[in-house]
C-alpha cells in the first residue's frame, strides 16, 4: 500500500507533467507515468493553474521532490546536472560539517563539566 501523501504527490505531479511542453513529457519514460497513475489517489482534488508561476504553485513537498528528480534524470542539460551534482555535494559537506560540530567529542562533554 502506498502512504497516501505519496499516492496525493502522484496526483499532483501527473497534473504537473501534463502540462508539461510535448517534447519534455516525451522524455518520461511511460513505465513511470503509468506506475504514477496507478498508484495515484484519483479521490485528491488538485488542478495546477498555468497562470501561476511553477514557484507561486502549492504543492507538497513530497511532488516537489519527485519533479526535481525527473528534471534531474530526464530534463536537464549536461551543465545544469554538473550545477545541480555540484550544489548538493556542497549540501551534503555542510550537513557533515554539522554533525561534526555537534557531536565533537571534545566538545560533548564541556557543558556538563561546567555545570559541577
Known amino acids: 500500500m502506498i502512504n497516501t501523501k505519496y499516492a496525493n504527490a502522484y496526483k499532483e505531479v ?17 513505465e513511470y507515468i503509468n506506475f504514477l497513475k ?13 497562470s501561476k508561476s511553477f514557484k507561486e504553485q502549492e504543492l507538497l513537498d513530497e511532488t516537489k521532490y519527485i519533479l526535481f528528480g525527473l528534471f534531474e534524470k530526464y530534463g536537464a542539460t549536461d551543465i545544469q546536472k554538473i550545477k545541480i551534482e555540484s550544489y548538493k555535494a556542497n549540501y551534503r559537506n555542510k550537513l557533515e560539517e554539522q554533525k561534526r560540530e555537534k557531536y565533537d ?3 560533548l562533554f564541556e557543558n556538563k563539566n561546567e555545570k559541577k
Request: glycine share 0%.
Open 14 to 30: 501527473l497534473c504537473v507533467i501534463n502540462n508539461l511542453i510535448k517534447e519534455d513529457y516525451e522524455k518520461i519514460p511511460k
Open 38 to 50: 496507478e498508484n495515484c489517489n484519483n479521490e485528491y482534488e488538485f488542478e495546477y493553474d498555468s
Open 105 to 107: 567529542p571534545n566538545k
